[in-house]
């Protein structure tokens, strides 16, 4: 069975940035790995997701957030730059299967 375990969140003010990781543990049906997030209030949104093939981005964070796998096998980063007030939420890591892991809190200071 696959576990997520995210890591990296924190509080940062405006234009600050922060790196997230994920790390995948079991045997991932595939290699995508992905994150969403959640604000307070709010639905569960994409964030951005990278397989073998395609790398994908929100529009809200296109430019700013930049996702990459890691040098271990199943890992992936979530670089985020320029941080803004409105990415505060709380970050979960995603692979297809309807997999998530227990997310890391993201809060940004205006």
């Known amino acids: 069975q696959v576990q997520l375990v995210e890591s990296g969140g924190g509080s940062v003010q405006a234009g600050g940035s922060l790196t997230l990781s994920c790390a995948a543990s079991g045997t991932p049906v595939t290699l995508t790995l992905g994150w969403h997030r959640q604000a307070p209030g709010k639905q569960r949104e994409f964030v951005a997701q990278?397989?073998?093939?395609?790398?994908l981005y929100s529009d809200d964070v296109k430019g700013r957030f930049t996702i990459f796998p890691g040098n271990a096998k199943n890992t992936v980063y979530l670089q985020m730059r320029d941080l803004k007030p409105e990415d505060t939420g709380i970050y979960y890591c995603w692979t297809p299967g309807d997999i998530w892991g227990q997310g890391t809190q993201v809060t940004v200071s205006s």
């Open positions: 990278t397989s073998r093939y395609s790398t």
